[in-house]
């Protein structure tokens, strides 16, 4: 089979109609060239919608600290509104997209974080449905939902899902996009970034928020074998393209 690109994509560009209608547009020129599967997030969604029901969002190192009140929220917004919309849109242009979460033939199986909370973390991941539909002329479309051994669900940093699913396919690339041009230092993108300087950042506060599980998903796929790590945004006709090609952050181990 031909490589595989895993494309991650942020909320703030799917909840936009018009930052929506360019990324399909993307991935509609880029799945010509190789076979694509998406996994996406839904985190300012999930905050939008959790405050209607009067839940106030909590975020510890970045990470959603999540409730059990919350994660019926996180299953409708995510696996629910965010995924249909996207293969909706990827649809109407001819692509053969298939919505899924992690909890489809055992993708992402995950366990709580801390007692109560309905944060997950990976413990096992099984690429084989990514791939067999990628072989059926298929482009998986995945939301960040998994769950537990006992069947419960889990709310896992859409990140950290698109790293381990990465891994499990053994995905040449893996572009997060999100609603920055890539990692932002005084301003300016930086081009590459290995992990110690990546780890000071952090400390330092100049690297936060959502930027945090990006980063450190990031370099633990890339010791996991994953060739290539891209961070960056796509606001406009080629801007996938030109990521591809060396624009937005570059992540390395050095
Ligand atoms: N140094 C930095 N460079 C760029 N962005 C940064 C930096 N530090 C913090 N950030 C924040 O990280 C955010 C991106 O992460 P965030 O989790 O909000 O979105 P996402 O991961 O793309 O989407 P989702 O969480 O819905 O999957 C940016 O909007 C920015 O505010
Ligand atoms: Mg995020």
Redesign the pocket.
Known sequence: MAEICII???????ADPESLKVLCGELEKISRQTPVAVI???????SRISRIFGLEPVFVD?LRSTSEEEMAVVEMVLAGRMNTLLVRSLAVRGMRAVGLSGCDAGMLIAEAAAPRSRTGRIVSTDGTLITDLIQGGYMPVCS?VAMDSSGEALNI???EAALEIAAGVSAARLV?????P????DKQVVPVLGPEEAEK?ITSG?????????VRSSFRGLSRGIGEII?GGCDKEGDLQSLLQGSGTHLRLH
Request: hydrophobic share 35%; aromatic share 2%; glycine share 24%.
């Open positions: 991650k994509i942020g909320g703030r560009p799917l996406h997030g839904g985190g300012s969604e999930v970045g960040s940093n859409a990140d997060y996009l999100s609603d920055v890539g990692i932002l230092l950042k100049e690297i936060a928020g959502g930027m945090i599980p990006k961070i």
